[in-house]
Nanobody, 121 residues
């Protein structure tokens, strides 16, 4: 059973940075892609970033392009480095395992529990 464990959320001032981590704790099966999504209060869940596991190909939403970076440095951990954060980035952030390289949530079959990111002065 795949279980994704996220960490790294918190409170940060505008212009600050945070790093989110997501570990596939079962460490057994091959990963196709890992994505990050977020959901702000009263809004739909939206795509943030995506990493194709074997090629390291990445994709970002327009709202985070140039500020966020998705990466990995182990077989089962994905990171989201977030820089120059704004209050509009406040949301619960979710990592998810994808069955293909896709920004659509329907292509992700395992999800983490979410970690809160709050950007406020």
């Amino acid at each position: 059973q795949v279980r994704l464990v996220e960490s790294g959320g918190g409170l940060v001032q505008p212009g600050g940075s945070l790093r989110l981590s997501c570990l596939d704790s079962e460490r057994r099966s091959t990963i196709n892609s890992m994505g990050w999504f977020r959901q702000a209060p009263g809004k739909e869940r939206e795509f943030v970033a995506l990493l194709r596991w074997n090629t390291l190909r990445t994709l970002y939403s327009d709202s985070v392009k140039g500020r966020f970076t998705v990466s990995r440095d182990s077989p089962y951990t994905v990171y989201l480095d977030m820089n120059n954060l704004t209050p509009e980035d406040t949301a619960v952030y979710y990592c998810a395992r994808g069955i293909q390289y896709s920004s659509s949530a329907k292509d992700y079959n395992y999800w983490g529990q979410g970690t809160q990111v709050t950007v406020s002065s």
